[in-house]
């Protein structure tokens, strides 16, 4: 004790604060507990509930993607051909402009110590178009008189066939009739009123009438052949000619691709593809610009509608059906403020999309290291393309990202709760074999 007493520093013995520490000063109430049947009942009702939101309610899988607003028809945007400089501009930001209107001239001439090249190219191309020019009106000219001078010969041989041929049908007749007659003389000498030198002169005549008629038909055969010879050189002059006269024509168009092409390598003018607005001019006269270089835009005049692009993952696909309305968030337009958008599906690809077609759009996804996943483009139709903050009306503009929420398969709960032994029965499964 008096030991204990030493080892205190305080005023107060040690077994009094333990006393003081461990003194109850507050007042115990004592309480029933909640009776058994009344915790029985409980625990019924909340699994009955626990069972009916799980058999009764249903849950909606959705995937959050990213989607990019365009506008159908899209914007015109006009690039430069080739490197040059702008020498003039045709239109002003805000002109309307129809397909074929000029836009812009670029020059893209070489200059050396001989000269403008191109203009020295351009002479010595007219020249050479010059020459073959002529050339094929002289062979024109040619064409026509050789085929007029051998039409004339093959109208004199179809004249004198004609003749042979009236003249051979006489003859025929007339050997006819001298057959008939040799039949008569015959009977005469027999009743001995003609002599037989009468006879013989008579036999005579007739064959000398037959070799005539032989010589007019071989004189025939000779015309015919004539005449088919004279029209099928006709045909071969004819063909020989136009080919000439098509080389000819092939190597002034040629040389007139030339001219165009050296035309062109002087000053380029860029037309308006199609009819619309100058929304903006990117580049003022003297500026250089380099191929590619993107030179205006232009909206097309016709009434515009807008969609979103979204890029669906293949494993979500089978859920993503047409007119399935989605959720949209724009990032121009936060959801904090301005809430979130409807959307209607309108289209959805049967093949992937390939990367090329990826690479023009900002929100498509970017392809990471061990990703084997397709991707389908899916059009949505807007409904609100106007947007309102304060009185103040704001429209949507291509090329405005946004997060959209795809809505995908529907099940019960207790189905949402027994997908992972799904996936357990799927990996013990056997073989599946075809019946």
């Given at each position: 004790?008096?030991?204990?007493?030493?080892?205190?520093?305080?005023?107060?013995?040690?077994?009094v604060?333990?006393?003081?520490?461990?003194?109850?000063?507050?007042?115990?109430?004592?309480?029933?507990?909640?009776?058994?049947?009344?915790?029985?009942?409980?625990s019924?009702?909340?699994m009955?509930?626990?069972?009916?939101?799980?058999?009764?309610?249903?849950?909606?899988?959705?995937?959050?993607?990213?989607?990019?607003?365009?506008?159908?028809?899209h914007?015109?945007?006009?690039?430069?051909?080739?490197?040059?400089?702008?020498?003039?501009?045709?239109?002003?930001?805000?002109?309307?402009?129809?397909?074929?209107?000029?836009?812009?001239?670029?020059?893209v001439s070489?200059?050396?110590?001989?000269?403008?090249?191109?203009?020295e190219?351009?002479?010595?191309?007219?020249?050479?178009?010059?020459?073959?020019?002529?050339?094929?009106?002289?062979?024109?000219?040619?064409?026509?008189?050789?085929?007029?001078?051998?039409?004339?010969?093959?109208?004199?041989?179809?004249?004198?066939?004609?003749?042979t041929?009236?003249?051979?049908?006489?003859?025929?007749?007339?050997?006819?009739?001298?057959?008939?007659?040799?039949?008569?003389?015959?009977g005469?000498?027999?009743?001995?009123?003609?002599?037989?030198?009468?006879?013989n002169?008579?036999?005579?005549?007739?064959?000398?009438?037959?070799?005539?008629?032989?010589?007019?038909?071989?004189?025939?055969?000779?015309?015919?052949?004539?005449?088919?010879?004279?029209?099928?050189?006709?045909?071969?002059?004819?063909?020989?000619?136009?080919?000439?006269?098509?080389?000819?024509?092939?190597?002034?168009?040629?040389?007139q691709?030339k001219?165009?092409?050296?035309d062109?390598?002087?000053?380029?003018?860029?037309f308006?593809?199609?009819?619309?607005?100058?929304?903006?001019?990117?580049?003022?006269?003297?500026?250089?610009?380099?191929?590619?270089?993107?030179?205006?835009?232009?909206?097309?005049?016709?009434?515009?509608?807008?969609y979103?692009?979204?890029?669906?993952?293949?494993?979500?696909?089978?859920?993503?059906?047409?007119?399935?309305?989605?959720?949209?968030?724009?990032?121009?337009f936060?959801?904090?403020?301005?809430?979130?958008?409807?959307?209607?599906?309108?289209?959805?690809?049967?093949?992937?999309?390939?990367?090329e077609?990826?690479?023009?759009?900002?929100?498509?996804?970017k392809e990471?290291?061990?990703?084997?996943?397709?991707?389908?483009?899916?059009?949505?139709?807007?409904k609100?393309?106007?947007?309102?903050?304060?009185?103040?009306k704001m429209?949507?503009?291509?090329?405005?990202?946004?997060?959209?929420?795809?809505?995908l398969?529907?099940?019960?709960?207790?189905?949402?709760?027994?997908?992972?032994?799904?996936?357990?029965?799927?990996?013990v499964?056997?073989?599946?074999?075809n019946?």
């Open positions: 004790m008096y030991e204990d007493d030493m080892s205190n520093p305080g005023i107060f013995r040690l077994q604060i333990n006393r003081q520490k461990a003194e109850w000063r507050g007042r115990a109430l004592l309480t029933n507990g909640l009776p058994p049947w009344l915790i029985a009942l409980l019924i009702l909340f009955a509930l626990l069972l009916y939101f799980l058999f009764f309610f249903d849950y909606t899988r959705r995937i959050e993607v990213s989607g990019e607003v365009i506008t159908f028809p914007a015109i945007n006009i690039y430069s051909p080739q490197q040059g400089y702008i020498s003039k501009v045709f239109v002003k930001q805000g002109d309307s402009v129809k397909s074929g209107d000029p836009i812009y001239s670029i020059n070489r200059q050396t110590t001989s000269g403008n090249v191109s203009a190219t351009l002479t010595v191309l007219k020249k050479q178009i010059a020459n073959i020019d002529q050339i094929i009106e002289k062979l024109s000219s040619n064409k026509k008189e050789t085929l007029s001078n051998l039409q004339e010969q093959l109208t004199n041989y179809q004249q004198n066939h004609d003749k041929t009236r003249l051979i049908t006489s003859v025929k007749d007339g050997v006819a009739k001298m057959r008939e007659g040799m039949t008569s003389y015959e005469y000498r027999k009743r001995g009123l003609i002599t037989t030198d009468q006879l002169n008579q036999r005579f005549m007739f064959y000398q009438q037959q070799s005539n008629l032989q010589s007019l038909n071989s004189q025939a055969i000779q015309e015919t052949l004539q005449i088919s010879q004279l029209r099928s050189q006709i045909l071969t002059r004819a063909a020989e000619f136009d080919n000439n006269i098509t080389q000819n024509i092939y190597q002034r168009n040629e040389l691709r001219l165009i092409e050296s062109a390598g002087a000053t380029i003018i860029i308006s593809q199609g009819a619309g607005r100058v929304e903006s001019l990117s580049v003022t006269p003297g500026q250089m610009v380099n191929s590619g270089s993107s030179l205006a835009q232009i909206q097309p005049q016709e009434k515009t509608h807008y979103m692009v979204l890029w669906i993952p293949d494993s979500s696909l089978p859920y993503v059906k047409i007119k399935d309305t989605v959720n949209i968030r724009y990032s121009a936060p959801s904090e403020k301005f809430g979130q958008f409807p959307g209607v599906i309108k289209s959805i690809a049967y093949i992937p999309a390939s990367r077609e990826m690479t023009g759009y900002g929100s498509a996804p990471s290291a061990g990703s084997a996943s397709n991707y389908y483009k899916v059009l949505v139709d807007l609100d393309t106007d947007i309102s903050d304060k009185g103040q429209h949507l503009s291509g090329g405005l990202q946004a997060k959209t929420i795809v809505f398969d529907t099940r019960k709960l207790y189905q949402w709760m027994f997908m992972p032994f799904y996936e357990v029965k799927h990996s499964t056997g073989r599946v074999a019946e």
